[in-house]
């Protein structure tokens, strides 16, 4: 259960992946110890978790209007690797 999840990663930042946001992944200032959370591929995240989730929390993976969205191992690849990125690749 997402409360459950939350207690968990208490005073880590939780950042939500999903398709509708406009804040872009790169955005975000990743530090070690952040959690990131990714939906399902054929339905995103529940909207009972994007509304818990604060705006600047929520990132999208930019995409042509024509292409499908990124299936879900490649979607955490491509957010991992930034976040480890901006860590130096040290984390």
Known sequence: NFDAC???LA???M???ETGSRRVYTEAPFKPGDAL???PESR???EKILSRTPAERRLSIPMHT???SLNLS???AVVVFEAWRQNGFTT
Do not use: H, K, S
């Open 66 to 68: 024509t292409d499908r």
């Open 6 to 8: 939350l207690e968990a």
């Open 44 to 46: 995103g995240l529940p």
């Open 15 to 17: 950042y939500v992946i």
């Open 37 to 39: 959370l990714f939906g």
């Open 74 to 76: 490649n979607a955490a």
């Open 11 to 13: 005073g880590a930042t």
